[in-house]
């Protein structure tokens, strides 16, 4: 139960954080689409439940690929990374950088998971603005809790 709302509050700071970020960086103007993790392209979906969607798929991802570092767990370090980036027109992700972190390494592991994503053979859909990709920033927070 504890875990779900967790999911909750992350999803919907998430998708907060994203729309708030993703209008300040290269264009002053809002996308008509924001950037997203893919896998949630499926035409008829409307654009809320396709954000939503990738959001999920982005922090399963996340959440497989985190190692929570040894020594903040062993000091029982809980809360948030805000985690910040490009996306490009390519969908490649640059400029990874923490930007909350708590210490002990946890920013770095952050910043580690989603330099993966730059492995995957899916890349991010980029933001559009008029119908063409555009560069965009994108940011995310990321929970460290302990079980």
């Not at 982005?58 to 029982?76: D, N, Q, T, W």
């Not at 996306?87 to 910043?111: P, W, Y």
Request: aromatic residues 10%; contains cysteine.
């Amino acid at each position: 139960m504890k875990l779900r709302i967790l999911y909750q509050i992350l999803v919907g700071l998430f998708i907060g954080l994203s729309s708030a970020m993703a209008q300040n960086v290269i264009h002053l103007e809002q996308p008509d689409e924001l950037a997203r993790f893919p896998g949630c392209e499926k035409a008829k979906w409307a654009v809320e439940k396709r954000l939503d969607c990738a959001t999920k798929a982005m922090l399963k991802f996340v959440y497989k690929h985190l190692k929570y570092p040894k020594e903040a767990r062993r000091k029982g370090v809980e809360g948030f990374v805000v985690v910040r980036f490009l996306v490009d027109e390519k969908g490649f992700l640059s400029n990874i950088q923490a930007v909350r972190d708590l210490g002990l390494v946890t920013g770095e592991e952050v910043e580690r998971i989603f330099g993966l994503m730059n492995e995957r053979e899916e890349r991010w859909i980029p933001a559009k603005l008029q119908g063409k990709p555009i560069v965009s920033e994108f940011s995310a927070p990321i929970a460290f809790k302990l079980d």
